[in-house]
T-cell receptor, first 115, second 111 residues
Framework: GAVVSQHPSRVICKSGTSVKIECRSLDFQATTMFWYRQFPKQSLMLMATSNEGSKATYEQGVEKDKFLINHASLTLSTLTVTSAHPEDSSFYIC???????????FGQGTRLTVV | QKEVEQNSGPLSVPEGAIASLNCTYSDRGSQSFFWYRQYSGKSPELIMS????GDKEDGRFTAQLNKASQYVSLLIRDSQPSDSATYLCAVDTGTASKLTFGTGTRLQVTL
């Protein structure tokens, strides 16, 4: 099946710094990728839809200036958490679909801890 | 009304029993339906996909779809402790290739 690779799998950063998370589709092109956040024992929350070559679409309540998304190529989307604070500590997951009729494939997820 | 609804559980079944997980959706035009399994601390992985009314079987898993009732279910036969996880129902609403996920049902298979 299709593979989506996410990096890093785990990151610890100091409060006030920025962290970049990469999401790559390894064997298909993805014009659209999705970024989710999941707090412990809670459900997936869609943060934004990453669109290749154009601006990302953010879900209501998600700060676009804090969570910067760049989708510069058909195989790579990045999420940058800017000026991270402890409340941004969470599990961030990306996903992509090879086409409209297939399932979504997920990256391995990134565990972010802000200290 | 939530677009995709699942009972959060936990659903507890003994080892060897059948686990039945249910999901309802609100968009009658939805065409594609998926079940994902998510272990704690891991990202979701696909279990089953189903596109037409009826049953679809894959090993110990059976997905059932009833578009008239806007209902999709997942049956797990001969449940094993390793099946203990959260099961997410996902529906393709046709919006920008986005899947809409339910909140998930936590399944516990007891010895």
């Amino acid at each position: 099946g299709a593979v989506v690779s996410q990096h890093p799998s785990r990151v610890i950063c100091k409060s006030g710094t920025s962290v970049k998370i990469e999401c790559r589709s390894l064997d298909f092109q993805a014009t659209t990728m999705f970024w989710y956040r999941q707090f412990p024992k809670q459900s997936l929350m869609l943060m934004a839809t990453s669109n290749e070559g154009s601006k990302a679409t953010y879900e209501q309540g998600v700060e676009k200036d804090k969570f910067l998304i760049n989708h510069a190529s058909l195989t790579l989307s990045t999420l940058t958490v800017t000026s991270a604070h402890p409340e941004d500590s969470s599990f961030y997951i990306c996903s992509a679909r090879p086409n409209m009729n297939t399932e979504a494939f997920f990256g391995q997820g990134t565990r972010l801890t802000v200290v | 009304q939530k677009e995709v609804e699942q009972n959060s559980g936990p659903l507890s079944v003994p080892e060897g029993a059948i686990a039945s997980l249910n999901c309802t959706y609100s968009d009658r035009g939805s065409q594609s339906f998926f079940w994902y399994r998510q272990y704690s601390g891991k990202s979701p992985e696909l279990i089953m996909s189903i596109y037409s009314n009826g049953d679809k079987e894959d090993g110990r898993f059976t997905a059932q779809l009833n578009k008239a009732s806007q209902y999709v279910s997942l049956l797990i036969r001969d449940s094993q402790p390793s099946d203990s996880a959260t099961y997410l129902c996902a529906v393709d609403t046709g919006t920008a290739s986005k899947l809409t996920f339910g909140t998930g049902t936590r399944l516990q298979v007891t010895l």
